[in-house]
């Protein structure tokens, strides 16, 4: 037996094993009669001739944001750590049988062996702009997703990357990571300097038709609700957040690889808006460089431009490699740039029609201060 096999095996037992832990969890918790069904839902997302609407169908509380979250009293270091691991101790109902209705009617679907829920809505009835979707399951319980279509006239698309790129994690570095991720009350996660102001730009063009976002990351779906937390504490655009389940599936014992996962999104998004344009941020920290210089390799005409921010501690090396990679996509047409801050993304953008140079001083104020940018109250309406 090669390693292939070997894996391909290991992932199989592995998956096996979480059913049924997952059963025996299930059937314990039903006698214990504590919590009931829930549908937890995702930003959906797509044109006015198809939508996609996602959730996740689950036992227990949902991770939800409310307003009601955003301004929750002092908890103390333990208190954060137990509510950051309840969101990845979830019990997912395998199979159950969600109905999402739109103005074009009512649709019946079943979630998948994980509780996820990724339904295609054809002619959904649906104008450009944001509405919501009433997601119900058969023993009653109902949830309304966000649901964002895109105007066929936006001439550009956003899609950014999280981690380190709006939002400082230190995924290169595992123990700053977990202690970001587990340790802090989400109030007080930090965003990128000027990078709220920089999106708010990128997506209002003056006298143009308002641009959608999209942010893409290998970061757990457990992660929703705290990531669109954050998105509207910190005063970024709202968007569809496209992300991964943690656990084994998908070839791997751990999630889908980073790229896969993020090509295969960037690739629908493509396939699924062909009159849009795509500005693709991130950072150099992991893969992105490769992953946006693939695409863009795929896609010249399609790609406005790339900017992967340089993360702190990076080497010689790693920044020899970017620099390969950007003059290779830059010989393309496609103009790439390593960048250290959203002043120089700004400042680029505006040189080549994407953003209006008006918002520039914003953009720097905030960037060269440090400031952490503006803690707003309730979510972004839609």
């Known amino acids: 037996m090669n390693r292939a096999q070997a894996k391909a095996v290991l992932v199989r037992l592995a998956v096996a094993a979480e059913r049924v832990l997952g059963r ?26 198809r939508v996609r609407i996602g959730a996740r169908v689950a036992m227990g509380h949902p991770d939800a944001v409310t307003e009601d979250d955003l301004a929750p009293g002092p908890r103390s270091r ?14 997912e109902l395998p199979g159950a049988r969600v109905a999402i209705s739109t103005p074009a009617g009512v649709r019946h679907v079943r979630a998948d062996v994980e509780g996820y829920v990724d339904a295609v809505v054809e002619q959904p009835g649906l104008e450009p702009g944001w509405h919501e979707a009433e997601l119900t399951l058969e023993a009653g319980t109902a949830a309304r997703a966000k ?5 066929p006239r936006a001439d550009v698309a956003l899609v950014s990357d999280v981690d380190d790129t709006i ?17 802090t009350e989400t109030a ?3 965003p990128l300097p000027g990078s709220a102001a920089l999106y708010r730009a990128l997506v209002a063009p003056p006298s143009k038709v308002c641009r959608p976002v999209f942010y893409v990351s290998t970061s757990p779906w457990n992660l929703h609700g705290t990531l669109l937390e954050f998105i509207a504490l910190r005063a970024f655009p709202l968007g569809p957040l496209l992300l991964t389940d943690w656990g084994p599936g998908h070839g791997n014992l751990f999630r889908i690889g980073a790229r896969e996962h993020k090509t295969g999104l960037i690739t ?3 396939d699924e808006h062909p009159g849009l344009g795509l500005v693709l941020v991130g950072d150099t920290g992991q893969l992105d460089p490769e992953i946006y210089a693939a695409v863009a390799e795929a896609h010249p005409d399609r790609i406005r431009a ?13 920044d020899a490699e970017v620099r390969a990679l950007a003059e290779r996509v830059t010989a393309l047409g496609v103009p790439m740039l390593a960048v250290d801050d959203s002043a120089e993304i700004a400042e ?25 940018g503006p803690l707003s109250v309730g979510l972004p309406r839609a």
Do not use: N
């Open 24 to 49: 025996v969890v299930m059937v314990v918790v039903v006698i214990r009669g504590r919590r009931r069904p829930l549908v937890l839902p995702f930003i959906g997302h797509g044109s006015t001739e």
């Open 306 to 318: 790339v900017y992967v921010r340089r993360p702190p501690g990076r080497t010689l090396r790693r």
């Open 147 to 151: 649901v964002l279509v895109v105007d």
């Open 167 to 183: 939002l400082e994690t230190g995924l290169t570095r595992g123990l700053a990571f977990l202690r970001a991720t587990l340790l």
């Open 78 to 91: 333990r208190q954060v750590l137990l509510a950051s691991l309840s969101r990845f101790f979830t019990i």
């Open 268 to 270: 629908q998004i493509l």
């Open 348 to 372: 680029h953008a505006a040189s080549i029609g994407l953003l209006d140079p008006a918002e520039i001083p914003a953009i720097r104020a905030e960037t060269t201060d440090g400031r952490r």
């Open 188 to 190: 007080d996660r930090a």
